[in-house]
């Protein structure tokens, strides 16, 4: 069973800083790996993807230049570098995989593997 586990939340204030990665098993069909996060009484959203074999990557708007996801397929592992963090950016965040090739790394409902979460809450 493919199992995605990911680490690194915390408790930071406003600007500082937090990695998380995220360890899965074998996903040799994996196309599409991504962050997303859930703030309470919030709708999950998408925060960054990056693509298994070209490493193209794509950010929401709110986090571009601040946050930046990086894999390492050597050691199955995907990790987000979060920057300049803010208290907008609390949440529990996700890691997720998509083996559907042809659908875009940015449409959620391609995600069926998912990770339990890791909480991060930014103070101002």
């Known amino acids: 069973q493919v199992q995605l586990v990911e680490s690194g939340g915390g408790s930071v204030q406003a600007g500082g800083s937090l990695r998380l990665s995220c360890a899965f098993s074998a996903l040799p069909n994996r196309y599409c790996m991504g962050w997303f996060r859930q703030a309470p009484g919030e709708e999950r959203e998408w925060v960054a993807t990056?693509?298994?074999?070209?490493?193209?990557?794509n950010y929401r708007d709110s986090v571009a230049g601040r946050f930046t996801v990086s894999q390492d397929n050597a050691k199955n592992m995907v990790y987000l570098q979060m920057n300049s963090l803010k208290p907008e950016d609390t949440a529990m965040y996700y890691c997720?995989?998509?083996?559907?090739?042809?659908?875009?790394?940015?449409?959620?409902?391609?995600?069926?593997?998912w990770g339990q979460g890791t909480q991060v809450t930014v103070s101002s």
């Open positions: 990056i693509r298994h074999n070209s490493g193209a990557t």
């Open positions: 997720a995989a998509h083996e559907r090739e042809g659908y875009r790394c940015s449409n959620s409902a391609a995600y069926t593997i």
